[in-house]
């Protein structure tokens, strides 16, 4: 997969993720490009360790949930580091 889609996967899993999660989740346009990508990333080695599926089409479905899970797991990761920083 190219870069760019590889953004644009980023992008759109962590608006997903974000609109899963319940409540607020601080952030903007680029937290959530940033933590969308590094959750595609995490999301793809998590696929490929256990599942020996990876990130590899564009249009795949388990592409897309691998991201999205990912992008899940960093979000909540980011939300618990935030919220002890604000304290």
């Known amino acids: 997969m190219g870069f760019l889609a590889f ?6 899993a962590g608006a997903i993720a974000k609109a899963i999660l319940p409540g607020r989740q601080g ?6 490009l940033i933590l969308g990508v590094v959750g595609a990333l995490l ?5 490929s360790a ?4 990876g990130i590899n089409e564009f249009f ?3 592409t897309w949930l691998l991201a999205i ?3 899940i797991i ?4 980011y939300g618990m580091i935030s919220k002890r920083a604000v304290r």
Request: proline content about 0%.
């Open 7 to 12: 953004l644009i996967l980023g992008l759109i």
């Open 27 to 32: 952030g903007g346009i680029i937290i959530t």
């Open 43 to 47: 999301g793809g080695f998590i696929g």
């Open 50 to 53: 256990l599942f020996g599926v």
């Open 60 to 62: 795949s479905l388990s």
């Open 69 to 71: 899970g990912g992008a």
């Open 74 to 77: 960093v979000l909540l990761v």
